[in-house]
C-alpha cells in the first residue's frame, strides 16, 4: 500500500509539465469557487445585515395601530410601557431578561423639515439611545467625521448628503421644526456633531439622530417611543423568540395594545432575498460543478496519455485494484496541493476586496431611498469558507480520478501497449 | 257760479292727488330707508369684527378626532401686520410673525428663526381648523366675495339676516360660498357656514358668546367645527381685547422675534 | 485547405474528447445564458411593473410641468384641442395614448385623511397605455362621468373602506379654493406595483377637471410605444415630431424617472458572477488545449518531420480549438434556448419551491420568474468561448511547434 503512494507521488513529480497543468487547474478553480462563494455571501449577509440594523431587528415591538400609520410617521400610536406603573423602563428590563434576547434598542420616529430659507427639506429624525446603536449597527465604522450624540444633549448626526442639501457642515448648527404629539409646530436648534457616510441612501439622505430623551422631551412623548428593536443572540431563533415576547405581553395584559413582529413576517425585501440566496445557492452548485468538469476532463485525458504506461505495469504484474489505486491516489494528491494553494490564494484575494470592497454604486444610481441595500459589496472572508473550498476540491478531484482510474484499470495490457494514440 | 264750484272741486282734486304723493313718497322713501343692502350689512359688521388694529389675549381649544389640546396666546396685530406669542405651559415662547405675505416663526430651543412658505401654509396652525392662510387672511371680505343677503332666520334666539357670499371669480379663496347669519341688532356673524365649490358643507362655526366693548360689538367664544371629520373642532375664546392699542411699530420685527 | 482538413480529421478522430471539452464548453455557455435570462426576466418584470402601471413607456409633458412635477401642480398643463389629438392618432410612433391628471389630494373617511395621489383617467382610454383593468379585484373600472373611484385594496384597508363605500377627497382647485369630489368605490386593484397600491387613487377625468375648474386639461400623456429597447432615441424622436404643434412639449422616456428597481441594483454583482462562469469556460479550453498538446507530442514531432512548417503547426491546432468552441459553443447555445424557451413560457415556480410571502416592495414576481429572450447574449458568449479558445491555443501550440522533432517523438 505504502509503496503504491510513493509510486504515485515518483510519478507525478515525474511528467512536471502535465501534472503542473493538471494542478493550475484546479488551483484556478479552487480560487474561483472560493471568490463566487465569498462575493455571494458577502451580497447576502450584508443585505440581511443592513435590513435588520436599519429596518425590522430580529424581532420588533410596535403599537398595534402604528403598523398602519407608520407611513404618515403618527406620533398618536407609542409604545409607553405596560402600564401606568411599569413604564418603559420596566419594559426594557423585562424584555432583556427573556431567553435568548442579546440587545433592546429603542427608536423614536418623527417628521421634521428645516428650512434653507428658498425650500423646505423634509426628512426623518430618529430619537436613540446611542450606546445601543452603536453596538447594535455599523453605525460607528460609517460616521465619517465627527461623532455620534451624547445623551440628553441638543445634537445631532446627519447624512453626508443631507448636510449636503442643508449646506452645512460637522461643527454648524441647524434650526429643525417637526409636528409633536400635541400638533404643535416646534422647533430647536442643535448642533451637528457627526457626519454619517454609509452607502445607504436611507441614512445618508433623509435620516438624522439625535439622543432619544431629547426627542422624547421635544416632542412632549417622555416615557414613550415609537418602536423597540431586538437583537437576539440566534437570529434563527426569531420567530420563537417573538413568541415568547407576545406571551409576556399578554401576561401584562397589552396583548391588544402591542404586537412584537419576527422579521421573516415583516414582509418588505427580505422575503425576496431568501429567494435571491436560493437562487445563488444554485448558481453556486452549478459553478462547483462546472470546475468539477474541468478537473476531470483533465485526469481523463492524463490517463489517456499514459495509456501505455498503464500497459507495462499491467504487464509487470500489477493488479488491476492497485492500479485503480495508483491512480486514485495521484488524483488525490494533485487535488490536495491544488486545493490547497487554490484555497489559499483565493483567500488572499477575499481577504483583500473584503477590506476594499467592490463598488457598485454606478450601477444603483436610480434606487430609492426606502431600498436598504449598501452600494458597495464586500466579498465575505472566513476561513470556514476555504475549508470548505478545499476539502470540496479534494473530494471533487479524488472522485473524479476514479472515473480515468478504471478506465486504466480496466485496459487489457496488450491493448494497451500496442495503443499508440 | 259754476266755476266756483269746479275750482272748489279742482282744488280739493289737487289736496287729494298731492296728499296721496306725499303718504306715497312717505311710504316709498321709507321702505328705501328700511331696506338695508347685503353690502351694508357686512359693512356694519365689519365694523364690529374686522379689525384695524387691536391686542387679544385668547385661548384655544383644539379637539381632534377626540383628543383635546389648549393653546393660550397673545396677539398684536395692526393693518396687515400681525405679531403672536404663546403663553400656555407647552408651548410658552413660541412667537409668530406676519408681515404682509410672509410668515417668521420663533421657537425658544431655536437660535433662528424659522420662515414658512408654500404648502406649509395650508396647514391647520397648530393642529386646529385655522390654517396659517386662514389667519394669514387679512384682506376684507368684500373684496373677495360678492354678497346676497337671502332673507332673515333666527339662530339662538336671536334674528339675523341670512346672507350668502360666493366667491368672486379668479380670487384666490379657501371657501367657495359662505352662508352667514349676522345678528339684526348687533351686526355680528352668528354662524357661518363654510361650503366647498362642489356645495359640500366643509365647516361650520357658531358663535357662543358676544360682548361689547366701547361700542362696538365682538365675538368672544366661537366654535369651528370640521364637518368632514368626527369629533374635530376648535373653540377660540377671547379673553381680553383691547382695540386701536399703542403699537410700537418695532413689534412687528424679526428682531422682535428672538 | 489542408489545414484545414486536417484540423477537421483531428477532431473527428479523437471523438471522445472533442465531444468532452466540447460538453464544457456547452455546459458554461448554458449556464451563462439561463443565468443572463434570469436576471433580464427579473429586470424586465420590475420594469414592466412602472410601465404597466404608472408612466407607460413615455409621457408627454409641457416643459414647465416637468420641473415642478413633484408638487403636482395645476398649472402648466396640457390643452387638449382636436388638431393635437388627430397629430397623435396619426403618429407611426404612438400604438396608443390616454390622458392623465394628477392631482394632490386628501383621501378622508369620515374619521381620518390621508394625504394620497388623485389620478383622473378615462375608463375607455386608460385600458391603451396601462394594465390596470386587469388587476381590479373586486368591481371594475368606472365608465366616463361616472362617479366612482378605484383604488389600491391596500389603500382601502388603510383607510377602512370597502367595495362600495363612498369616500369623500379634499382638494384645492386651480384658485386654491377648497372642493370636495364625493365618490363610491367602484372597484379595488392589487397591482405588482406597491406604490400605486398605496397611494394612488383613479376616477374618471372629467370629474377630475370639474372639480379643479380646469376646462380640458391634463398634466400627463402616456405614451405607449411598440419598441423599448432604445427608449431614449424614440423619446427624442417623437418630441421632435411634436414640436409644430406649439405647446412646449416635452418626451419623457420611463427610465426617466428615478425608478424603484431591485434587481437593477443588484446587477453590478450579476454581472460579476456572470464573469466567473465565462472565466471557469475559459479555463476549461485552455486546459483542455494544452493537455492535448501534450498528448500529442509524437504527433507533432512527426509533423515536423515531415516537412510542415512551425507556423502551420500552430495554425492546425488553433483550428482545432476554435473547431471545438464552434462546436461547444453551437451545443450550448441549442440547451440555452431550450432551457430559456421553457422558462419563458413557462416560468419558475419558486413560490412553490419556498415558502415565500412575497408582497411589499416592487417584488415583481408574483408566483414566477419568467425568462427573456436576449438574442445579443447569444452572440456574445459564443463569439467569446470561440476568441477564448483561439487565444488560449496558441501558447501551448507555439511551445508545442517549438519542440526538437526528435525529442517530441520520443516523448513520453
Redesign the interface.
Known amino acids: 500500500m505504502g509503496y503504491l503512494v510513493k509510486l504515485a507521488f515518483k510519478n507525478i513529480f515525474r511528467h512536471k509539465?502535465?501534472t503542473i497543468?493538471?494542478i493550475?487547474?484546479i488551483i484556478?478553480?479552487i480560487i474561483?469557487v472560493v471568490?463566487?462563494r465569498g462575493?455571494?455571501n458577502g451580497?447576502i449577509n450584508s443585505t440581511y445585515s443592513d435590513y435588520f440594523h436599519y429596518q425590522s431587528g430580529h424581532v420588533r415591538v410596535i403599537n398595534k395601530e402604528y403598523e398602519?400609520k407608520e407611513?404618515?410617521l403618527s406620533l398618536?400610536h407609542t409604545v409607553s410601557g405596560f402600564s401606568e406603573e411599569e413604564g418603559l423602563d420596566t419594559m426594557f428590563e423585562e424584555f432583556n431578561n427573556i431567553e435568548g434576547v442579546e440587545r433592546v434598542i429603542p427608536r423614536l420616529k418623527f417628521g421634521a423639515?428645516v428650512?434653507t430659507?428658498d425650500?423646505?427639506v423634509e426628512m426623518m429624525g430618529w430619537g436613540v439611545d446611542s450606546q445601543k446603536e452603536l453596538d447594535f449597527t455599523n453605525l460607528g465604522e460609517n460616521i465619517a467625521e465627527g461623532r455620534m450624540v451624547e445623551k440628553g444633549k441638543?445634537e445631532v448626526v446627519m447624512g453626508d448628503s443631507l448636510l449636503q442639501d442643508l449646506n452645512k457642515e460637522v461643527g454648524d448648527?441647524v434650526?429643525i421644526?417637526y409636528?409633536?404629539a400635541?400638533?404643535?409646530?416646534?422647533?430647536?436648534?442643535f448642533k451637528i456633531v457627526g457626519k454619517v457616510d454609509s452607502n445607504l441612501k436611507l441614512l445618508d439622505e433623509k435620516l438624522f439622530y439625535l439622543p432619544l430623551s431629547v426627542a422624547q422631551r421635544?416632542l412632549?412623548l417622555d416615557g414613550q417611543t415609537t418602536e423597540i428593536l431586538f437583537e437576539l443572540k440566534d437570529r434563527n431563533m426569531a420567530g420563537e423568540t417573538s413568541n415568547k415576547i407576545n406571551a409576556l405581553l399578554s401576561n401584562k395584559g397589552v396583548a391588544d395594545k402591542y404586537e412584537a413582529i419576527n422579521w421573516?413576517?415583516g414582509?418588505?425585501?427580505i422575503?425576496?432575498f431568501?429567494?435571491?440566496k436560493?437562487?445563488?445557492n444554485v448558481?453556486y452548485i452549478?459553478?462547483v460543478?462546472?470546475?468539477s468538469?474541468?478537473v476531470i476532463?483533465?485526469l481523463?485525458?492524463?490517463v489517456?496519455?499514459r495509456t501505455?504506461?498503464i500497459g507495462m505495469m499491467s504487464s509487470l504484474g500489477l493488479k488491476k485494484s492497485s492500479i485503480l489505486k495508483l491512480f486514485i491516489f495521484e488524483g488525490t494528491v494533485m487535488g490536495i496541493i491544488g486545493s490547497f494553494i487554490g484555497a489559499v490564494f483565493g483567500g488572499i484575494i477575499t481577504k483583500v476586496l473584503s477590506t476594499v470592497g467592490?463598488d457598485?454604486t454606478?450601477?444603483?444610481e436610480?434606487?430609492?431611498e426606502?431600498?436598504i441595500?449598501s452600494t458597495i459589496?464586500y466579498p465575505e472572508h472566513s476561513i470556514s469558507n476555504l475549508i470548505f473550498a478545499f476539502f470540496l476540491g479534494v473530494i471533487i478531484v479524488s472522485l473524479a480520478s476514479i472515473i480515468p482510474a478504471r478506465r486504466a484499470a480496466n485496459l487489457e495490457p496488450t491493448d494497451a501497449l500496442r495503443d499508440?494514440? | 257760479m259754476n266755476t266756483n264750484k269746479l275750482t272748489k272741486i279742482d282744488f280739493n282734486m289737487k289736496l287729494i292727488t298731492s296728499f296721496l304723493i306725499m303718504i306715497f313718497c312717505l311710504i316709498f322713501f321709507s321702505q328705501n330707508m328700511m331696506a338695508i343692502t347685503a353690502e351694508e350689512i357686512i359693512n356694519k359688521r365689519d365694523e364690529n369684527e374686522y379689525i384695524e388694529s387691536a391686542r387679544i389675549e385668547a385661548k384655544m381649544i383644539i379637539t381632534n378626532s377626540g383628543r383635546e389640546m389648549t393653546k393660550e396666546m397673545v396677539s398684536i396685530s395692526k393693518g396687515e401686520d400681525a405679531f403672536v406669542e404663546f403663553t400656555n405651559s407647552r408651548d410658552r415662547g413660541t412667537k409668530y410673525l406676519k408681515k404682509g405675505d410672509n410668515l417668521w416663526m420663533f421657537f425658544p430651543d431655536a437660535e433662528d428663526v424659522v420662515k414658512i412658505s408654500g404648502h406649509m401654509m395650508n396647514q391647520g396652525m397648530m393642529g386646529s381648523d385655522f390654517s396659517y392662510q386662514d389667519i394669514m387672511e387679512s384682506t376684507k371680505m368684500t373684496e373677495l366675495y360678492n354678497f346676497e343677503l337671502i332673507g332673515e332666520g333666527e339662530y339662538n334666539n336671536r334674528t339675523c339676516y341670512i346672507l350668502e357670499a360666493t366667491a368672486v371669480e379668479g380670487k384666490e379663496v379657501s371657501y367657495y360660498r359662505r352662508k352667514i347669519w349676522i345678528d339684526k341688532e348687533r351686526f355680528i356673524a352668528l354662524k357661518e357656514e363654510l361650503y366647498a365649490q362642489s356645495g359640500r358643507l366643509l365647516k361650520v362655526s357658531e358663535v357662543k358668546e358676544v360682548d361689547e366693548f366701547e361700542g362696538r360689538y365682538y365675538p368672544v367664544i366661537s366654535i369651528m367645527e370640521n364637518k368632514l371629520r368626527e369629533n374635530t373642532s376648535t373653540e377660540f375664546i377671547v379673553e381680553k381685547i383691547e382695540f386701536n392699542p399703542e403699537i410700537d411699530e418695532s413689534i412687528f420685527t424679526l428682531e422682535n422675534l428672538q | 485547405m489542408f489545414l484545414l482538413k486536417l484540423a477537421f480529421k483531428n477532431l473527428t478522430r479523437h471523438r471522445k474528447r472533442t465531444l468532452i471539452t466540447a460538453s464544457i464548453i456547452a455546459a458554461a455557455v448554458v449556464i451563462f445564458l439561463a443565468f443572463d435570462s434570469i436576471l433580464l426576466g427579473l429586470n424586465e418584470a420590475s420594469y414592466k411593473n412602472i410601465i404597466n402601471y404608472s408612466t407607460s413607456e413615455m409621457q408627454v409633458v409641457k416643459n414647465e410641468y416637468w420641473e415642478n412635477k413633484d408638487n403636482l401642480p395645476l398649472n402648466n398643463l396640457i390643452e387638449e384641442d382636436q388638431e393635437f389629438m388627430n397629430k397623435l392618432s396619426s403618429n407611426s410612433i404612438i400604438e396608443g395614448y390616454s390622458r392623465k391628471l394628477i392631482f394632490q389630494a386628501r383621501l378622508n373617511n369620515g374619521i381620518d385623511e390621508l394625504p394620497i395621489k388623485a389620478v383622473g383617467v378615462r375608463g375607455d382610454e386608460i385600458n391603451r397605455t396601462l394594465d390596470l383593468k386587469s388587476k381590479i379585484i373586486e368591481g371594475e373600472f368606472f365608465l366616463n362621468g361616472e362617479k366612482h373611484a378605484v383604488l389600491g385594496k391596500e389603500l382601502a384597508d388603510l383607510m377602512n373602506l370597502e367595495y362600495g363605500d363612498y369616500l369623500t377627497l379634499l382638494v384645492r382647485t386651480k384658485e386654491d379654493t377648497f372642493n370636495t369630489i364625493e365618490l363610491e368605490i367602484g372597484g379595488l386593484l392589487k397591482t405588482p406595483n406597491p406604490e400605486v397600491n398605496k397611494n394612488n387613487l383613479y376616477l374618471p377625468l372629467n370629474i377630475a377637471q370639474d372639480s379643479l375648474n380646469l376646462n380640458n386639461e391634463f398634466s400627463h400623456l402616456l405614451i405607449k410605444t411598440k419598441n423599448n429597447i432604445e427608449i431614449d432615441r424614440i423619446a427624442a424622436k417623437l418630441e421632435n415630431d411634436l414640436k409644430n404643434i406649439n405647446q412646449n412639449l416635452k418626451v419623457v422616456p420611463w427610465n426617466d424617472l428615478t425608478a424603484v428597481s431591485v434587481m437593477t441594483a443588484k446587477q453590478g454583482a450579476n454581472r460579476m458572477i456572470l464573469g466567473i462562469i465565462l472565466l471557469l469556460a475559459a479555463i476549461g479550453i485552455i486546459n483542455t488545449v494544452i493537455l492535448a498538446a501534450l498528448e500529442r507530442m509524437e504527433e507533432i514531432g512527426m509533423m515536423k518531420a515531415m516537412g510542415m512548417k512551425r507556423s502551420e503547426i500552430i495554425i492546425s491546432f488553433v483550428l482545432e480549438s476554435t473547431g471545438l468552441a464552434i462546436i461547444g459553443g453551437i451545443l450550448g447555445c441549442v440547451f440555452g434556448a431550450a432551457v430559456i424557451f421553457f422558462m419563458h413560457n413557462y416560468g419558475i415556480d419558486f413560490a412553490a419551491l419556498y415558502d415565500i410571502n412575497i408582497n411589499e416592495f416592487g417584488i415583481p414576481i408574483v408566483d414566477k420568474i419568467y425568462g427573456a429572450w436576449k438574442i445579443t447574449s447569444f452572440f456574445f458568449v459564443f463569439i467569446f468561448s470561440v476568441i477564448v479558445s483561439m487565444i488560449s491555443s496558441i501558447f501551448p501550440a507555439y511551445w508545442a511547434a517549438n519542440k526538437n522533432p526528435v525529442d517530441a517523438i520520443h516523448h513520453r
Do not use: C, H, P, W
Not at chain 1, 182 to 189: I, W
Open positions: 509539465l502535465r497543468v493538471s493550475s487547474a484556478v478553480a474561483v471568490f463566487a462575493l455571494i451580497m398602519q407611513r404618515l398618536n423639515i428650512s430659507g425650500e423646505l441638543m448648527k434650526t421644526v409636528n409633536t400635541f400638533s404643535s409646530l416646534k422647533g430647536a436648534t421635544q412632549y421573516r413576517e414582509g418588505g425585501i422575503s425576496f431568501d429567494l435571491a436560493n437562487i445563488y448558481i452549478f459553478i460543478g462546472l470546475a468538469f474541468v476532463n483533465t481523463i485525458m492524463i489517456k496519455e501505455q504506461e467592490l457598485f454606478q450601477a444603483f436610480g434606487m430609492g426606502e431600498i441595500m459589496i499508440i494514440e
